[in-house]
């Protein structure tokens, strides 16, 4: 049995969701009584692999939205509290999705082995960021030519390079063959770390990584108040909005710039649940978070373990066994939509 961990992305759109499925109290409820709610096991689902397999699964709302993150306490308790009701559940293997896994991370919850009475089994939960790692890699390469851009002669910017699903894709970026891989982030040393072991890239600032990319891969939660400058973009521009919350179409809109939602992927057909249409996908029934289906992945394989765990352990072997995984079960990332590629681009003055 497989599991998601997940959440609202917004608390006004947690309320209107506990409103249609007829928790009034908590519709009703301020940002503090969200606090103190337990997380709720929410929907149980079925799905099927193209290959005939059958595997069963549970959607498990933490209850937290992102307005709680600078609550840390609240924030850290309300991931434990998933991850606790998911083992109590017989869950074998959930993954941790949005902000969950950032929080789990970044708190270092791994201290926290005890919640309530139940000791925690790390082997029984997965970050899902090593299939997400690989959907973003395939986005780039399926969509850049599309646009006219040759990747082998193409400037890649990755802005959260030093980030775990960063790391993972430049590896993949410079197996694969690019003209010049631009490394973005914050701090400096994660990011000369990043550069020794892979014997390339250039450290940049954003601001002048942008100008110089052909494709610019997010991998970063970035702040609402980013501004980007979209003149100094070049055309065509392929940009995939890898990380969470996704809103660079808002920022990045122009002609010639072609935004794609990164880190989706869709199912080869339906699947009878609720759990995505709170998540914004086009298609909520077969579009989903790379890191909720490599969970599914994980449990159609029979692969009951961390697959994706830590920072910075994504090798090249397991990017290659869960996509092929991923094909094999009938999953294909998401592609820009063929109405938009003419009328979107102009190629720039040589
Ligand atoms: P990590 O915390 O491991 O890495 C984040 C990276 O972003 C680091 O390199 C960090 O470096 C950098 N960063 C953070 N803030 C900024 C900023 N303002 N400007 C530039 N760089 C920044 O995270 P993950 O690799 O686990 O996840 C990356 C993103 O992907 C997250 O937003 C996450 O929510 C999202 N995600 C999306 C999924 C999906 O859509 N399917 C699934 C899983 C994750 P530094 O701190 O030095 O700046």
Redesign the pocket.
Known sequence: MFGLIGHSPSFEDARVKARSLGYEEYADGDLDMWCMAPPQLVEHVTVESLTGKRITGAYIDSVFVPEMLRRFKTAKRKVLKAMELAQRSGIDITAL???T??IF??MNLLREERVSAVALDWSRFT???TH?AWVICQQVETNAPKLGIDLARARVAV????????SAVCRWLQRRGVAELLL????PQ?LIDLQQSLGAGRILA?EEALPEADVVVW?????QS?QIEVSRLRRPCLMID???P?NLDTKAAADGVHVLK???VEFWQDIGWQMMEVAEMERPQRQM???FAEAMLLDFEDIHTNFSWG?NNITLELMDQIGAASLRHGFRALELDPAGLGRRTTLAPA
């Open positions: 999705g949005g902000f896994s950032i991370e970044d970050t899902g960021n997400t802005v959260g390079a030093s980030g775990d699903i960063g973005v982030a914050r701090r994660p954003l991998v970063a939660s970035l702040p980013l890898g990380g969470y996704k990164g880190g989706i978070f790379a890191c920072r």
